[in-house]
């Protein structure tokens, strides 16, 4: 599911993905990869969360087509659904960062601080030597996670990461 590649690299994986559900079309980890091409590649939020859904009813327990779909329902606002579907994750993976991303955005947008704030600071935890404009973005939100959970010790120090990490914001 890395679709970092080229146009042609990426188009020929698809056609890959799309011969193996043919082939066999209780393929969930095939359907899965498919939810991924559309959601990060095309951009197809509707056809990502359809290959999603198939996978998960196929029996598919690849995280990333958990997240995936976690993922698509952030973007629709459905954001009790994403926490029960993000939480058996980061409990079996507690690895996966963009799992606790995921989380934690959910967890905010709830007004959940206190567990936004746990959410994100293990996210940004997973991203160690982080200095891009996402962990920024992270840094950010946890800041006002700590800040609207009344702990402004916290968020002060939140914050303060952020001037080091990138002085321009």
């Known amino acids: 599911g890395n679709w970092n590649r080229g146009k042609r690299d990426k188009e020929s994986t698809l056609l890959l993905w799309l011969q193996a559900v043919k082939a066999e079309e209780a393929n969930a980890d095939a359907f899965a990869h498919i939810g991924l091409y559309y959601q990060q590649v095309e951009g197809d939020m509707e056809r990502a969360e359809r290959c999603f859904r198939k996978a998960l009813t196929l029996g598919c327990r690849l995280p990333e087509a958990i997240v995936g779909l976690a993922e698509v329902e952030l973007a629709k606002g459905q954001f009790v659904q994403a926490v029960r579907l993000l939480e058996p994750v980061v409990e079996d993976r507690p690895e996966l960062t963009a ?71």
């Not at 996210?123 to 700590?146: M, N, T």
């Open 99 to 169: 799992a606790w991303q995921c989380m934690g955005l959910a967890l905010f947008s709830l007004a959940s601080y206190n567990r936004a704030a746990h959410a994100l600071q293990t996210c940004l935890k997973g991203q160690r030597g982080g200095s891009g404009r996402e962990y920024v973005r992270l840094l950010l939100l946890l800041g006002h996670a700590y800040q609207r959970d009344g702990k402004l010790q916290a968020a002060l120090k939140a914050f303060s990461r952020v001037a080091q990490v990138s002085p321009d914001c």
